[in-house]
Each structure stands twice: as C-alpha cells, then as structure tokens.
C-alpha cells in the first residue's frame, strides 16, 4: 500500500534519536536497524572504515496517523555534508514500477537527481532528487514483496 513518510539524516545519531523517538510516541520499529556494514560493496567502492560500520543505514517507527519517521547516518567521514535544511526527505512508497518512474520523471524536471532510479540490492526500485524548488525527494517501489 501506497505512503508517504519523512526520512531523516543525522551525522552519527540516528540510533539514540529513533530510541528517542520510540520512547515519546510508544510505538515500534518496523524491523531491525539495518546497519552500513550490511551494505554490499560495489566495484570501486572505498572500504567502509570500521567505525562506520555500525551506523545506521535504515531504521522507520510509525508514528501517527500512518505517518512513518526514516533515518539514516549520513556522516562526514563517508562524503556528506548535513547542514540543517538537507537533513529532511520526503520519501514516497509507491506501488508499482510505472507509478515510480512516473513521479520520479515529474519531480526531477528542473531539478537535480542524486541517483537515478534503480533496482536496489533492497528490493526495491529506488531513486532520489531534490526538485527545482530544493525539496528533496526519495522515490521507493517494493519490487519484491
């Protein structure tokens, strides 16, 4: 079923602000924390330092309303930079494949893709972008459910 949820980015505290988050609305993650060293490497990926392993890749808590909170570690030490203002996506889980490409193709027009939507080794479809008024946007299809 189609949703809408916020994704957040934090340097290096996702996990204690999700358990943060846990305790004040008393509800639960919707599966464990995923972690970086989870990640499959890639042809010219750099290895992951050590420390960075255990960051947070994904972790979502349903909050109200059907409203789910995302997050993820973006630190320095892997190529982000998080100023306040590009900490916060908007991330819409669409049903199909065409639903995807379709949103995905309207919301970049005049803006700037950041990855271009794709298979993932998640399961899903997945892309992301920041639209020309520098809203940024994730776009996740489940392909496998």
Request: proline content about 5%.
């Amino acid at each position: 079923m189609a949703r809408t949820s916020t994704y957040l980015n934090f340097a290096r505290e996702t996990e204690a602000a999700f358990n943060f988050y846990r305790s004040v609305f008393g509800t639960e993650f919707e599966s464990d924390f995923r972690r970086m060293g989870d990640v499959p490497a890639h042809d010219g990926m750099p290895p992951m330092a050590e420390e960075d392993k255990t960051l947070v890749m994904h972790v979502a808590l349903p909050i109200l309303g059907g409203h789910v909170l995302m997050g993820t570690d973006s630190p320095e030490s892997m190529g982000f930079t998080l100023t306040q203002g590009d900490n916060v996506h908007i991330n819409l889980e669409v049903d199909t494949p065409s639903e995807a490409q379709q949103l995905f193709s309207a919301l970049s027009d005049g803006g700037t893709v950041g990855m271009d939507l794709q298979p993932m080794f998640w399961g899903a479809l997945f892309g992301s972008l920041t639209d020309k008024f520098g809203t940024s946007w994730m776009i996740n299809c489940a392909t496998t459910q």
